[in-house]
Nanobody
Framework: QVQLVESGGGLVQAGGSLRLSCAASGRIFSINVMAWYRQTPGKQRELVALITRGGSTNIADSVKGRFTISRDNAKNTVYLQMNSLKPEDTAVFYC??????????????WGQGTQVTVSS
């Protein structure tokens, strides 16, 4: 019903920047929350940043001051601007959207994941 397409991942040197994008399409009445998670082997998927439709944000302590989340509600798109990247930021980043439609109700949808690799 809903597709999330991520882009912007890749390889970057420590101290560099990347911007991730995630665009939602399909049967959407509204999107309450959009968020970015990351996961490395052997570890749980962790919340990196979250933004509500109204613009309220939560940022993980590990990336606070370096990462910024934003969204364009008209485009159903969320962004993650990542600055001052560190090797420990290396992970697969996943986009999540909490989507409301008139049939299913509120439901989580996930993007396919995009690899971010930070070299030293």
């Amino acid at each position: 019903q809903v597709q999330l397409v991520e882009s912007g991942g890749g390889l970057v040197q420590a101290g560099g920047s990347l911007r991730l994008s995630c665009a939602a399409s399909g049967r959407i009445f509204s999107i309450n929350v959009m968020a970015w998670y990351r996961q490395t082997p052997g570890k749980q998927r962790e919340l990196v940043a979250l933004i509500t439709r109204g613009g309220s944000t939560n940022i993980a302590d590990s990336v606070k001051g370096r990462f910024t989340i934003s969204r364009d509600n008209a485009k159903n798109t969320v962004y993650l601007q990542m600055n001052s990247l560190k090797p420990e930021d290396t992970a697969v980043f996943y986009c999540k959207a909490v989507v409301v439609d008139d049939l299913i109700g509120a439901r989580d949808y996930w993007g396919q994941g995009t690899q971010v690799t930070v070299s030293s």
